[in-house]
């Protein structure tokens, strides 16, 4: 029943959707849409319309009147907002993912250079003095200990990376 009621009824909703959009504002395929959404709101609820064609010629110019409502109400952003932050969630994802990517790295390395760049890492901004003391290693051996740990790092990234590009 609902096959035929559609098929019976698209040629009409194609032609009243294409004469009520441009008076409206509206794409004729977004009335379509939603004139297609209350015709199955409305047969699950009530069953068919009475009159399936009249139903359809009365619920186009609803979402015609609805549509040119809300074009006059809202106003559409000149930017994204993601845009003014910068960027949007993909990008937020994809740097958190980085980042956890790197804390595991990080956390792989051997000897000192874990707790050194997670110390180097940290959003405390820690000063040298204070990640020495906290590492119980001199100042004066931090840069030398920062790059050997910097370069197995680097190392052990840099094979990670060459072994997904192998894979795919």
Known sequence: MTHHLVAALRPLLVAEAAAEAHASGSEAGDLEQAVWV???ERLQSDGPPLDPAGWLRRAVRAEARRSHRTRRIERPYDREPADER???PE??????DRHRALR???RRLPGRC???LAALLSPKDLTYREIAGE???SQGSLGPERSRCLGCLRRLLASE???REVRG
Do not use: N
């Open 38 to 40: 209350r015709l199955l």
């Open 86 to 88: 910068g960027t949007g």
């Open 91 to 96: 990008e937020s994802a994809l740097t958190a």
């Open 161 to 163: 990376i060459a072994t």
């Open 114 to 116: 874990p707790g050194l």
């Open 135 to 137: 590492l119980g290693i």
């Open 104 to 106: 595991d790295a990080v």
